[in-house]
């Protein structure tokens, strides 16, 4: 079951997308910056570079496994700027421990209940205050738009609320393991709107989110199956 909006269900249309990408992109790569599982599902956050030398693109994919295969796929995709407001790329981890190893397991299930919590109060609720509670004095943005620290993140947030005032996000899933917690959402700005697929992931250090990466993609108004993006 696929939820790309370009390609129809089934392996077939899976298998024809690879091949015309090798074709037309012969020297194509994908980064992998870093996986994380849950249950039966799997976050994959990697920069794919269809031409070498330009920046591509980043992406986030999340498959649903049942019975040993893959039966299920979601993903959103976001061109990589030249630029960024932080002058961090949307794929570096800069937060200390520099380790792309993942945090305690044990800590999944709290780091996942907080960052649930800090998403419905800032993201759903559109509550600023949920920043000074949750966020590190030292939070680190990978958002192209969004500057370093909760002052950066309210500065984007705080008009962006002001300006749609119907605006929501309407959380789909939500996968932990470790210290990192994906959010996986519609963004809307109010009744009607189809607004973005949204892939948030946090990084939870000593009970506090210490960094974060995104990648927004527009809803269409038309798509090749008929399973939407979420």
């Known amino acids: 079951m696929q939820h790309n909006p370009t390609l129809p269900d089934g392996t077939e249309a899976f298998k024809k997308l690879g091949v015309a990408i090798h074709q037309q992109f012969p020297d194509a790569k994908v980064n992998v910056k870093r996986v994380i599982s849950e249950g039966d599902l799997v976050v994959v956050h990697s920069n794919v570079i269809a031409t070498p030398g330009t920046l591509g693109s980043a992406q986030f994919d999340i498959y649903r496994f049942q019975g040993g295969k893959i039966a299920e796929h979601w993903d959103s995709i976001q061109d990589v ?21 993942l945090g305690p397991q044990s800590l999944t299930a709290y780091n996942k209940k907080l960052v649930t919590a800090f998403f419905d ?7 600023l205050s949920a920043i000074d509670k949750y966020d590190s004095p030292d939070y680190i943005q990978h958002n192209p738009i969004t500057p370093d620290g909760p002052d950066g993140l309210k500065a984007t947030l705080g008009p962006y609320f002001e300006a749609f005032p119907q605006s929501t ?6 996968i932990a393991e470790g210290d ?9 700005t109010g009744p009607g709107d189809r607004g973005q697929s949204v892939v948030d992931l946090f990084r939870v250090r ?13 809803v269409p108004a038309t798509s090749a199956n008929d399973n939407t993006m979420f």
């Open 121 to 127: 109060r800032l993201m759903v609720r559109e509550d």
């Open 169 to 174: 996000a309407l959380p789909k899933r939500i």
């Open 180 to 188: 990192l917690v994906a959010v996986h959402s519609n963004f809307i």
């Open 81 to 101: 700027p030249a630029t960024t407001a932080s002058g961090n790329d949307m794929f570096s981890m800069n937060s200390r421990p520099p380790t792309q190893q």
């Open 206 to 218: 000593n009970g506090k989110i210490v960094e974060h990466w995104d990648v927004m993609q527009a």
